[in-house]
């Protein structure tokens, strides 16, 4: 009974030892991310980081659990609401993906992406310019997945 159970371990220690390695070196192999994955809010743009999809209705800054999303607004002469600041506090964001969900223009995705350390907890605080994000049928397949539902 007792050699039956050591030769069944060894049998398991081998197995694994000669078997796929699930162990992997990071960061020079890194693991791919699913789709969905959800890194830190971006702001989707089409053709030009210049016109963002986002038309400033701060839907998303009130579904924000934890606001970390500034926006600032004016009314231009076509008296639409003009965009001049949306910042994330990206130290305080919990990656809960509400503020996507929440956005009725599909303007908002989520980083395929977890790297972001820096040394100063300032570096965390992510502009506009910054979180312009250009679409991609990548970044398309991850906020349909964020929101809920199935890629095409
Ligand atoms: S909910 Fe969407 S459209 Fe409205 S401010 Fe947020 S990102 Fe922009
Ligand atoms: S992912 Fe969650 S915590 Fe982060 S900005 Fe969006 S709503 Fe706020």
């Known amino acids: 009974m007792f050699g039956s159970g050591i030769a069944q371990g060894m049998m398991i220690t081998l197995r694994h030892f000669f078997g ?4 992997i070196q990071y960061p020079e192999q890194r693991a791919p991310l699913a789709t969905g994955f959800r890194g830190l809010p971006r702001l989707v743009f089409d053709e030009d980081p210049e016109h963002l999809r986002c038309v400033a209705c701060s839907i998303c800054a009130n579904a924000c659990p934890v606001e970390v999303i500034h926006i ?3 009314r231009g002469e076509d008296r639409k609401l003009v965009l001049d600041r949306f910042d994330i506090e990206a130290g305080g964001c919990v ?4 503020c996507v969900e929440a956005c009725p223009f599909e303007a908002l ?3 395929h992406s977890f790297e972001m350390a820096v040394y100063n907890r300032d570096q965390l605080f992510w502009t506009k310019e910054m979180l312009a994000l250009k679409a991609t049928p990548e970044s398309e397949a991850d906020r349909i997945r964020i929101v809920g539902g199935n890629e095409k």
């Open 20 to 23: 796929p390695k699930s162990t």
């Open 109 to 111: 995705t989520m980083m």
């Open 95 to 98: 990656y809960c993906g509400l």
């Open 72 to 74: 600032d607004t004016h």
